[in-house]
């Protein structure tokens, strides 16, 4: 089955404990995205990958860190979380930007709260 | 003028009736055009691409007016589970490079 999966699905965490969330795509696609989905702010893209070893930042990347060190995983780093990162993340993946084939293929979510 | 802007709602609809959102962009340069649904709490899943001809599948019809710079969605014969957010997205190719922006969504609330 193609799905995208993320962990942990749900994480309460406390300032400025690092905590690193994994995301792994089994549909070979290049390109793979980070979201943050908070209410009245919609999704807004965190950081982004075109493929293995090429990663660029999206709209709101401070704070964050990503890797992509094989085409199917794409992990989220907080190395220093702080109350304002608590929200619903999303990691996605595409054939490729969206652009052309469409769709995105997002994981279930995960939702971190940051004490 | 915002990138995409939809029509947060909710829109409380009767079960059966026609809804239809619209959403807005601003660049001109805007190329693909999507909608997308999702549930409360789960992830967002494409509902339908956008065609500049128009587009039908099932119950729902997806529209571009490029002149006007917006794209629509219809739902007829609504049902309850069509009670989702529904997300316009878009993809502008700046600079070579794809920037998917997505709208905020528009709340369905289908009402038996």
């Known amino acids: 089955e193609a799905q995208v999966t993320q962990n942990p699905r749900y994480l309460i965490t406390v300032t400025g404990k690092k905590l690193t969330v994994t995301c792994s795509q089994n549909?070979?696609?290049?390109?793979m995205s980070w979201y943050r989905q908070d209410p009245g702010l919609g999704l807004r893209q965190i950081y982004y990958s075109m493929n293995v070893e090429v990663t660029d930042k999206g709209d709101v990347p401070e704070g964050y860190k990503v890797s992509r060190k094989e085409k199917r995983n794409f992990p989220l780093i907080l190395e220093s979380p702080s109350p304002n990162q608590t929200s619903l993340y999303f990691c996605a993946s595409s054939s490729t930007p969206s652009g052309r084939s469409g769709e995105q293929y997002f994981g279930p979510g995960t939702r971190l709260t940051v004490t | 003028r915002k990138e995409v802007e939809q029509d947060p709602g909710p829109f409380n609809v009767p079960e059966g009736a026609t809804v239809a959102f619209n959403c807005t962009y601003s660049?001109?340069?805007?190329?693909?055009f999507f909608w997308y649904r999702q549930d409360c709490r789960k992830e967002p899943k494409l509902l339908m691409s956008v065609y500049s001809s128009g587009n039908e599948d099932g119950r729902f019809t997806a529209q571009l007016n490029r002149a006007s710079q917006y794209i629509s969605l219809l739902i007829r014969d609504s049902k309850l589970s069509d009670s989702a957010t529904y997300l316009c997205?878009?993809?502008?190719?700046?600079?070579?490079?794809?920037?998917?922006?997505f709208g905020k969504g528009t709340r369905l609330h289908i009402l038996p």
């Open positions: 549909m070979n696609h290049e390109y």
């Open positions: 660049n001109s340069a805007s190329q693909s």
């Open positions: 997205v878009v993809n502008q190719n700046m600079n070579r490079d794809d920037k998917i922006i």
